[in-house]
């Protein structure tokens, strides 16, 4: 296992146009996050996924935001009618059931909303 | 809700010793996490702590104290390569999802 992989690295999409990101984790690991990051910001919680079942959504987050997990494995998060507001790195984490591991993150997504 | 709070930046001479330092308020504490960010990168794990007292893992240590609401990371024999941003994050006791609220981070930089 090579680790949590995300993909595409970097997306540049117009304003108003759909995104979707996809995160792969460490096979391991039942527990999936997102993070949003913005320059000199620390990682914003968006969301979690313990197995396929999605457990906590951040109220930050619009209803243009949707993420799921199939059968538990893989990610997606999906933007809606993308806004400027929406330009960060998205980070996809995952960690195994004892905490003390702390997250292994994956290298993130640029979005660029233009 | 929580709140962390970190110095923005610190500076450092190769060799030395730094402190970074954390505090924060939370509703019910589970876990204090450090990790490393270097610019363009994702963070990676340094450090974890649950129980009061210091954690030593080789250069870096961590130190806990929970009536105080209070950490800090120690970096020994400061390296060029050390220059990063350090992250300190809680995660919440009051819900299911083990999920972490992280401060802002600290921005090293270590000189010659």
């Known amino acids: 296992d090579t680790g949590v992989s995300q993909d595409p690295r970097h997306k540049i999409t117009k304003r108003g146009q759909n995104v979707t990101f996809r995160c792969d984790p460490i096979?391991?690991?039942?527990?999936l996050y997102w993070y949003r990051q913005t320059l000199g910001q620390g990682p914003e919680f968006l969301t979690y996924?313990?197995?396929?079942?999605?457990?906590?959504k951040s109220r930050l987050l619009s209803d243009r935001f949707s993420a799921e997990r199939p059968k538990g494995s893989f990610s997606t998060l999906e933007i809606q009618r993308t806004e400027q507001g929406d330009s960060a790195m998205y980070l996809c984490?995952?960690?195994?059931?004892?905490?003390?591991?702390?997250?292994?993150f994956g290298s993130g997504t640029r979005l660029t909303v233009v | 809700g929580q709140n962390i709070d970190q110095p923005t930046e610190m500076t450092a001479t190769e060799g030395a010793i730094v402190q970074i330092n954390c505090t924060y308020q939370?509703?019910?504490?589970?876990?204090l996490f450090w990790y490393q960010q270097h610019a363009g990168e994702a963070p990676t794990f340094l450090s974890y702590?649950?129980?009061?007292g210091l954690e030593e893992k080789g250069r870096f240590s961590s130190f806990l104290s929970r009536s105080k609401g209070y950490s800090y990371l120690l970096l020994k024999e400061l390296q060029m390569k050390d220059s990063a941003s350090y992250l300190c994050?809680?995660?919440?006791?009051?819900?299911?999802?083990?999920?972490?609220?992280f401060g802002d981070g600290t921005t090293l930089t270590v000189k010659p």
């Open positions: 984490a995952s960690s195994p059931p004892r905490q003390a591991y702390g997250y292994t």
């Open positions: 096979s391991e690991h039942n527990r």
């Open positions: 996924f313990q197995n396929e079942a999605q457990l906590e």
């Open positions: 939370t509703s019910g504490f589970n876990g």
């Open positions: 702590n649950v129980l009061d």
């Open positions: 994050a809680v995660r919440d006791k009051n819900t299911n999802a083990g999920k972490s609220t």
